[in-house]
C-alpha cells in the first residue's frame, strides 16, 4: 500500500471511529417517562397515617443522582378505601431539613387486622394510581428465658400467637430500657435500646441492632440488657423499666424492604437499581404494620 493510501485508509478508519463516539448515534439511555413514586405504609399503632408522593425524574446518564428538570406534587387527591369505608387524606406542609415538603395526612384511622386497604391517588395529568395490602395481625408478645451459645443466658421475645387470617412476611423486635432522673428540679425522662450483640472492628466496640426478618423471635443476651441499665443507674436514671415492641409486616411492605435495603450480608452488593413494589400506573409501595408492646421492670427480664 502506497503513503497516499495508507493515509486516506487512516482518515477513512478515524472517520467511523468518531462518527461511533456520536453521542446520537446510539445511546443506552431509554426514553424518560415520568411516573408518580408514592411511599405509603399504615402502623396500626401510629394515631396519624402518611402518604408521601413525589415524582420520578430524569437525569444524565453520567451523573444519575443529579436531577434533571425534577417535579414536585402541589396537587393531589388522595384516598383509602376499606370495609365500605373511604378515608380522604389532607395535603399538609411539614418541615424537613431542607424546609418544607407536602405529605397527605389522616389523623385517627383504625385500622383492622384482615381488612383489605386499598389507595387511590390522583394527580392532575397522570392516570389514578392504586394499591392494595392486607393488614396483618398483631404479634402478640411473649417473652421467657433461654440459653442459647456457650451456655449463655438471654432473654428470649417473639410472638405469644397470631391468627392464621392475616399472617405477617415479616418481623421486627426492639427492646429499650427506660428511665427517670432529676434535672434542674424536673424530671426528665429517657430510653436506650439495647443490642442483640457487640464486635469488634479496627478495635473498636460496635454495637449490632435487631432488624427485619423472617423469624418470629429473637434473643438478647442478658449480660447486655444489664450492661444497659449499668450504664443508665451510672448516668443518675433510676425507676427503671423494660420496654419490649414488636412489628409485623405485611408481604408487600417486607418485600420492598428487604430489595430497597440489600442484602443481609456484609458481601454482596447490588449493581442494578430494584424496583420493587404494589402500585398500578405508579412506582412504589403500599403497605402496613401492625404492633404491640410491653413494659415490665427490668428486674423481671434479668431474674428470669
Known sequence: MTPARRASFVLVVIGFLLAGCDENAF??????????AVFAVMDASADVQVVRLETTYDAESTTPD??????????ATVFVVSRGLRYRFEDTLVSDPNGYRRVWLHRG????????????VQVPGFPEITG???????????FGPTIYGMGRQAIEIGTGGTSLTAPAKGYYFRLFISGE???????????????VSVVKQSGKEVLIYPDVSRRKSIIF??????????KMESDGFS?????????????????????????????????????????TNGVG?????????????????LNN
Open 239 to 279: 425507676n427503671m423499666k423494660a420496654m419490649v415492641k414488636g412489628y409485623t409486616l405485611e408481604v408487600h411492605f417486607y418485600n420492598y424492604f428487604m430489595v430497597v435495603r440489600g442484602f443481609n450480608d456484609e458481601l454482596t452488593f447490588r449493581q442494578d437499581v430494584p424496583d420493587m413494589g404494589n402500585i
Open 285 to 301: 409501595v403500599f403497605g402496613g404494620m401492625n404492633a404491640d408492646s410491653l413494659t415490665v421492670p427490668v428486674s423481671q427480664l
Open 66 to 75: 443529579k436531577p434533571v428538570n425534577r417535579m414536585t406534587i402541589d396537587s
Open 109 to 120: 384511622m383504625i385500622l383492622k387486622p384482615g381488612a383489605i386497604y386499598t389507595l387511590h
Open 132 to 142: 392494595s395490602f392486607i393488614m396483618p395481625n398483631r404479634p402478640f408478645l411473649d
Open 181 to 195: 432522673k432529676l434535672v434542674d428540679g424536673r424530671v426528665v425522662s429517657e430510653r436506650r435500646e439495647v443490642p
Open 27 to 36: 445511546s443506552p439511555k431509554a426514553p424518560f417517562e415520568r411516573e408518580i
Open 221 to 230: 443476651p442478658t449480660d447486655l440488657i444489664a450492661r444497659i441499665m449499668a
